[in-house]
């Protein structure tokens, strides 16, 4: 009997294998036509969200000697960057719809590059054509990189598409790749946390990591909800499976705990570091998370994996050129001499002051190297005495006040 029935058992799978095959070839032009609308979602929300951003700061340099704290609630010019940045959100949400994630996540590049251009367009400062070139070779070079990383990314970019319904979600999430990728995320964060909260280790790639597992985190949850929110709105309605309020509430706390630790970083070096570093490892980790849990690279040629790892290099190394070539901000340090405070010791050896080495463009107080200095300037030296804190026994020690004074 077994013998009589197989032969019908594969005249049945025929057709459906011979179906299955003449839909492969519509589905691909589909799916890069898909590839095509969400990279162009992705680089219209990264750009307006620049552009929104240098808005608000304009509006906030503007008003920066205002009295009132919130004057900039009242400027047209803050609620139209307000406007802007939720409109470019929304393209940038919109798009994990549509493209693969590991596609959409080295966009961000964009924004960098819009960031250098504005910043080029709208300097204050006028400087001679050789100076202008001198100054900002390094971000014409790096723009152009991160143009072409981004080109190699869109035209290599995976191509493997699934409609995100909640059985496919659910399926991913339980699979293993994804759960033993998960626990190597869990242990690694846990261990970087200690080491950032107990043994006080702030280094910017110890913060910047923290920052790109949770980040990796949100961008698998924002794909899912997108995806569930197009698919509900093509007729077939995700929103009332329990993995999309779970995905949800996870999108929303990763965002927030990420962009604590960047408040956090941010405190502590400068913002150009941040946005080199920060890409670099955010958009590694985010594609390793995309390529587990939704398998983009599945079926994917050795051709196009390579240019598409090609392709996050050149990125990589323009957003490095771009953020490289900005100014650090030096913060400013006064002089305060450890005689003048109560009840301190005189920690300068004979009474001499240590004046601080800022390295900067400006110098207070007395200059350690006055070769600059015109003839005319000398440093002079007046005694002070300390006012008597303590017991009346104990006299206080002078102490320098370093001044310069004019010859007449």
């Known amino acids: 009997m077994e013998g009589g029935n197989s032969p019908n058992l594969q005249l049945q799978q025929l057709p ?18 898909e590839n095509l609308i969400g990279a162009l979602l992705a680089i219209f929300g990264h750009l307006v969200i620049s552009i929104a951003l240098n808005l608000q700061k304009y509006s906030h340099i503007r008003l920066a000697g205002s009295k009132d704290p919130r004057a ?60 202008f070139l001198r100054r900002y070779v390094l971000s014409f070079v790096g723009c152009g990189l991160a143009i072409v990383g981004t080109y190699l990314l869109i035209t290599f970019g995976p191509n493997s598409h699934e409609k995100m319904t909640g059985e496919n979600i659910t399926r991913h999430l339980v699979s293993w790749p994804f759960l033993l990728y998960m626990l190597v995320e869990i242990v690694m964060f846990c261990l970087l946390l200690y080491f950032y909260k107990e043994k006080n280790a702030n280094y910017i790639v110890v913060i910047l990591l923290l920052v790109a597992l949770l980040g990796s985190m949100t961008v ?30 996870c999108m929303i706390a990763t965002a927030i705990f990420q962009a604590t630790f960047l408040a956090q970083a941010s405190q502590l070096y400068d913002s150009s570091q941040i946005a080199s570093i920060g890409y670099i490892l955010s958009t590694t980790v985010a594609i390793t998370a995309g390529a587990t849990f939704y398998l983009d690279f599945t079926g994917e040629d050795v051709l196009h994996i390579c240019m598409f790892a090609l392709g996050c290099l050149i990125a990589f190394l323009g957003v490095f050129l771009i953020t490289r070539n900005r100014k650090k901000s030096v913060p400013f340090e006064p002089y305060i001499s450890m005689d003048a405070m109560p009840g301190m010791q005189n920690m300068h050896d004979k009474g001499i002051a240590v004046q601080p ?20 300037y000398t440093p002079a030296t007046l005694p002070i005495v300390q006012e008597q804190h303590g017991s009346k026994g104990v006299s206080a020690p002078p102490y320098r006040v370093l001044e310069h004074g004019k010859k007449e």
């Open 16 to 33: 459906l294998a011979t179906a299955a095959v003449s839909v492969q070839p519509h589905t691909d032009s589909f799916s890069y036509k």
């Open 220 to 249: 698998v949850t924002v794909k899912a909800v997108a995806g569930m929110i197009v698919v509900s709105i093509q007729g077939n309605l995700q929103l009332d499976y329990p993995i999309f309020y779970i995905m949800l509430v």
């Open 72 to 131: 900039y609630f009242k400027t047209k010019t803050w609620w139209c960057g307000l406007f802007l940045l939720v409109l470019g959100e929304l393209g940038v949400f919109s798009s994990y719809a549509f493209a693969p994630l590991s596609l959409i996540v080295p966009l961000s590049a964009v924004s960098v590059i819009a960031s250098a251009i504005i910043g080029i367009i709208f300097i204050k400062e006028k400087w001679k054509p050789k100076d």
């Open 357 to 376: 080495d800022l390295k900067a463009s400006f110098s207070y107080g007395a200059l350690e190297n006055n070769d600059n200095m015109p003839e005319i």
